[in-house]
C-alpha cells in the first residue's frame, strides 16, 4: 500500500510540474515579447522598409522627413523639459513629505489622502485640472468678479500653455502618489525610525537628518519607479492631449498623429519619430543618472560637513512639503468634484460658482452611448487583470516551490514596459499587425493591455506574496496537506486581501490605457478612455463630465471591492481583519 | 534508548551529518523508540532548526545533508513534507486565522474519515479531551494563549503523525501554563507511543521531558 503511494506521488508531481516551472518564462514572454517585437516593427518603418505601404528598401528618407518638419526641435524640448521637471519636482515633493512628516499622525493622513488618487485614471485627473485652471475654471470663478473683476472668461493661455507648465502640474498631480507609495514600500525596509533618531540625538534637524542618513538608503530602492516615472512623463499622451501644448505639441503626441493621419505615407515619418521618441527617452535618462551623480557628490560633501541644520528652516521645508502635497492631492479631488458638477450641471455661466440647477439631462442623453464602451472596458480590464493575476500567482508560487530566487535583473525587466515609451514599441505593433493582415481586435488590444498591468499586478503582489510566514506552509504540509491545497486553502484565503488589492491596481492601469487601446485597437475598440480623450478638443464640460465620471467609477469600483470583501469575508476572523 | 539496528519502530537516524559548505554543523546517530523524548539544545545558530527542517524535509538548498533518517523503518529521503507523517509544534501556534477552530482541525484531521456527522463528532471528541468543548465555531483569534497551545496540539494529532517534534513549543507560554501544557503534550506522547524531540534552549522542558539530552 505504501510503495504504491509513493509512486503515485512522483507522478502526481509531475504533471503539475508541467506548468508552473515555465510560468516565469512565459510571464516574461507576455510580458517583453510585445515590446521587443513592436520595437523592431517600428524600427523597419523607420528606415523605410514596410511592404504594405510600398516600402522595401532601406533609407533614411523617413528620418529626413522628421528633421524636416518645423515644430521638431520645440517638441524635442518640449519632451525632455516636461518630463525632466515632472519627475524632479514630484520626487521632491515626495522626499520632502517624507523627510518632515514620516512616522507621524500627519504623515498617515497625507498617505490615506493620496494613495486612492493612485486610482483615479491619467485623463480623468487631468479633465479635472483642466477645469479647474482653465479661464473659466473653478479658480477663476472663485475669484471673479470681486477679485479679478473679469465678467468674461478671460482670454489667458493657461491650458496648453506652450511652456507645458500645466502639463507639468497634471503628471505632478499623478506622480506624486505613485512615488510616494513606492517610498512607504522602500522605508519600510530601511529602518528609517532608528537612523532618524540616532541622527537626532547628534544633534541633526529632522528633515537634514533624515536627508542624510535616510534618503540614500531610500533612493536605492526608488530608482527604477523613478526612471518609470521620468520615461512616463517625457513620452505620455493622453495627459499631453488635455494638458499640453497644441502647436507643436510633445513628440509623442505628434507621433500619435502622424500615425492616425489619413495619409499612409506618414507612417514612415511616424517611425521615425516613435525611434527618436525612444532615443529620446535614454537620453533623458542618461542625462538624470548624471544629475544623480553630481547630487550624490554634493550630498557627500554636505554629509561630511556635519551640518546639523536649522530648526527654523527645518519647520519651513516640513510647512512647505505638506502644503505641496495638500496642492496635488486637493486639485486631482477638487478636478473630479468639478468632473461631478458638470455631468449634472444645467445651465452654469461664467462667473457663477456653482450651476443654476442640476439635471439627471446629461446622464440621460449621454448615458445609453456609455453602455458600449462600458462594457469594453470592463471586458478587457478584467481579462487582462485575470491573466496577469494568475501567471504572477504562477510566478511566485513556482519561486516557493523550487526555492527560485529573484534575481535583480528581473525587477528591471518587470520596469522595462513601464520605461520603454510606449509610442515606440505601440507604433510597431501596429504596424506588425497591420502588415499581418490581421484587424486590430479586443483580443490584441487586451494582451498589449497586459504588458502594462502584468508589472504593476506582480509589483503589488510579490512583497505581501513573500512576507507570508513560511512556517505556516511546513504546519500545513505537516498536517499532510500537499502544495496545491496549502495554495487554495491556506496561502490564497490568508492572502485574499493582497490579492484583491493587486487585482483592483491592475484593473485601474488597464481601464486608464489611452495609446495602446488606441493603436494597438486601431481607433475600433472603443472604450471609456479612448473616448473621453476623443471629446477634450470638443470641450463640452457636459459630456466630458459624464465620461470622465464613467472612467473614474471603472477604475475605483474595484479598490473598494478590494476593501469591503475581505472585510466581508472574514467579519468573524479578527486575525485577518487588521493591517 | 535501545541502539539495535534491527530496530524498526521510531525515529531512528543513520550517522546523520548536517553541514553548510564545508562548515559541520551537528552529527547524530541514535534511536527515539515509541514514547520516548530525545530533547536537543544549544545556542541559536548550533544546527537545531536545521536538524528541524531536514526532518521534516524543508531544508534550504544551501544546507546538505549526509545518512539516513528513518521513521518506523521507512526512509524519509526524498518524500515530500506531507508524506512524512511527523507532527510539528512551534512555539507559535500557527492555527489558520480564515478557519474556525473545528475548520482548523478538519484541516488536520484525515481524510479517510468519511462523513460530516462523523468528522464533525471526531472534532468535538478531540475539543472535549482537552477541555475545549463548545469551541467548535470560534475565530482562533479570540483564544488564550493556553487554548491555542491545545488546539494547535489537537490539530496535529488528528493528522495521526507517527512521530513529534517540538521547535520551542512551549517558549511563549508563561511559567505555570507552561509546564501545564507540556505535561499534556509528553504525556499524550507517550499514550500514543510517539517519539518525540524536542528543541529548547530552556533547562526546565528537557527535565520535564525525562529522556536523553543532546547538546550542541
Not at chain 1, 481607433?523 to 463630465?545: F, K, N, Q, W
Not at chain 2, 496540539?153 to 507540556?182: H, I, N, W, Y
Request: glycine share 10%; hydrophobic share 55%; aromatic share 8%.
Amino acid at each position: 500500500m505504501r510503495a504504491a503511494a509513493s509512486t503515485i506521488a512522483p507522478a502526481r508531481r509531475a504533471r503539475r510540474a508541467r506548468f508552473l516551472p515555465w510560468a516565469p518564462l512565459l510571464t516574461l514572454g507576455v510580458m517583453l515579447g510585445p515590446v521587443l517585437a513592436g520595437l523592431l516593427g517600428t524600427l523597419a518603418p523607420a528606415l523605410g522598409y514596410m511592404p504594405a505601404l510600398g516600402g522595401i528598401g532601406v533609407s533614411v528618407a523617413p528620418f529626413e522627413q522628421l528633421f524636416a518638419w518645423p515644430g521638431l526641435p520645440r517638441a524635442v524640448a518640449l519632451s525632455l523639459g516636461v518630463g525632466l521637471a515632472a519627475t524632479a519636482v514630484s520626487l521632491v515633493i515626495v522626499v520632502l513629505i517624507c523627510a518632515g512628516w514620516a512616522g507621524t499622525r500627519t504623515f498617515g493622513m497625507i498617505e490615506r489622502l493620496l494613495s486612492p488618487l493612485l486610482s483615479v485614471p491619467h485623463a480623468a485627473a487631468a479633465f479635472g485640472l483642466a477645469f479647474l485652471i482653465a479661464p473659466s475654471g473653478w479658480i477663476v470663478r472663485g475669484l471673479s468678479p470681486w477679485g479679478t473683476g473679469w465678467e468674461q472668461p478671460p482670454d489667458l493661455l493657461i491650458l496648453q500653455d506652450p511652456a507645458g507648465l500645466s502639463l507639468i502640474f497634471g503628471l505632478v498631480t499623478k506622480e506624486v502618489p505613485f512615488l510616494l507609495l513606492m517610498t512607504l514600500a522602500a522605508l519600510s525596509q530601511a529602518r528609517p525610525a532608528q537612523s532618524l533618531r540616532m541622527a537626532q540625538a547628534l544633534g541633526y534637524a529632522r528633515v537634514t537628518g533624515w536627508l542624510k542618513t535616510v534618503f540614500p538608503l531610500v533612493y536605492r530602492q526608488i530608482r527604477l519607479p523613478v526612471y518609470a516615472v521620468l520615461a512616463f512623463s517625457m513620452s505620455v499622451v493622453d495627459v499631453a492631449i488635455i494638458l499640453g501644448p497644441n502647436t507643436p505639441p510633445t513628440l509623442a503626441v505628434q507621433v500619435v498623429r502622424w500615425m492616425n493621419d489619413p495619409d499612409l505615407a506618414l507612417r514612415f515619418q511616424a517611425a521615425a519619430g516613435a525611434v527618436l521618441q525612444l532615443g529620446l527617452v535614454v537620453a533623458g535618462l542618461g542625462l538624470w543618472r548624471l544629475m544623480e551623480m553630481t547630487v550624490a557628490g554634493l550630498g557627500r560633501r554636505w554629509i561630511a560637513s556635519g551640518a546639523r541644520g536649522h530648526r527654523d528652516v527645518d519647520q519651513g521645508i516640513r510647512r512647505l512639503a505638506l502644503a505641496l502635497g495638500a496642492t496635488a492631492a486637493v486639485a486631482v479631488i477638487a478636478g473630479l468634484a468639478g468632473q461631478v458638477v458638470w455631468s449634472f450641471a444645467g445651465m452654469w455661466q461664467f462667473p457663477d460658482l456653482l450651476p443654476d440647477g442640476f439635471t439627471l439631462r446629461n446622464w440621460a442623453r449621454h448615458g445609453p452611448r456609455l453602455a458600449g464602451p462600458m462594457a469594453e472596458t470592463l471586458i478587457i480590464a478584467a481579462t487582462a487583470t485575470g491573466l496577469a493575476l494568475l501567471l504572477t500567482l504562477a510566478c511566485l508560487e513556482a519561486e516557493h516551490r523550487y526555492g527560485l530566487r529573484p534575481a535583480t535583473r528581473a525587477l528591471w525587466l518587470l520596469y522595462l514596459p513601464l520605461i520603454v515609451p510606449q509610442v515606440a514599441f505601440l507604433a510597431g505593433f501596429q504596424t506588425l499587425s497591420i502588415s499581418a493582415g490581421v484587424a486590430g481586435g479586443r483580443l490584441a488590444v487586451t494582451l498589449a493591455h497586459l504588458v502594462f498591468v502584468l508589472p504593476y499586478v506582480f509589483l503589488a503582489l510579490a512583497d505581501p506574496w513573500r512576507a507570508w510566514d513560511r512556517r505556516q506552509d511546513i504546519i500545513a504540509r505537516a498536517l499532510g496537506a500537499g502544495p496545491d491545497r496549502v495554495l487554495w486553502a491556506v496561502r490564497l484565503p490568508m492572502l485574499l486581501r493582497p490579492v484583491l488589492t493587486a487585482a483592483a491596481v491592475g484593473f485601474a492601469v488597464s481601464v486608464g490605457q489611452y495609446l495602446p487601446t488606441l493603436l494597438v485597437g486601431a481607433g475600433r475598440v472603443p472604450t471609456l478612455t479612448t473616448e473621453a480623450v476623443a471629446l477634450a478638443s470638443g470641450g463640452d464640460r457636459r459630456v466630458i463630465g459624464v465620461y470622465a465620471l464613467a472612467q473614474m467609477a471603472a477604475a475605483f469600483a474595484p479598490f473598494a471591492l478590494a476593501v469591503l470583501l475581505p472585510r466581508l469575508m472574514w467579519r468573524n476572523r479578527k486575525g485577518l481583519l487588521n493591517g | 534508548m535501545a541502539d539495535g539496528a534491527a530496530q524498526m519502530t521510531g525515529l531512528r537516524f543513520e550517522q546523520v551529518v548536517l553541514s553548510l559548505g564545508e562548515v559541520r554543523l551537528m552529527a547524530l546517530d541514535c534511536t527515539i523508540g515509541p514514547g520516548e523524548v530525545l530533547t536537543v539544545m544549544g545556542p541559536s545558530g548550533s544546527g537545531k532548526s536545521t536538524l528541524l527542517a531536514a526532518i521534516t524535509g524543508t531544508l534550504e538548498p544551501a544546507f546538505a545533508m549526509t545518512g539516513r533518517i528513518r521513521l518506523d523503518g521507512r526512509d524519509l529521503a526524498g518524500l515530500p513534507t506531507e508524506a512524512r507523517q511527523i507532527g510539528l509544534l512551534f512555539q507559535d501556534e500557527y492555527l489558520f486565522p480564515h478557519l474556525s477552530v473545528a475548520a482548523n482541525l478538519a484541516f488536520g484531521l484525515k481524510p479517510g474519515l468519511k462523513g460530516r456527522a462523523a468528522r464533525r463528532a471526531r472534532i468535538e471528541a478531540a475539543l472535549a479531551e482537552v477541555g475545549l468543548a463548545g469551541f467548535a465555531d470560534r475565530d482562533p483569534a479570540t483564544l488564550s494563549g493556553g487554548q491555542r497551545a491545545r488546539v494547535a496540539l489537537q490539530r496535529m494529532l488528528l493528522s495521526e503523525p507517527r512521530a513529534l517534534l517540538l521547535d520551542e513549543a512551549f517558549s511563549k507560554l508563561d511559567t505555570g501554563l507552561r509546564a501545564q501544557v507540556r505535561e499534556l503534550v509528553f504525556e499524550t506522547a507517550r499514550h500514543r507511543a510517539l517519539p518525540v524531540l524536542q528543541v529548547t534552549h530552556d533547562h526546565s522542558d528537557a527535565e520535564a521531558a525525562g529522556g536523553e539530552t543532546v547538546c550542541l
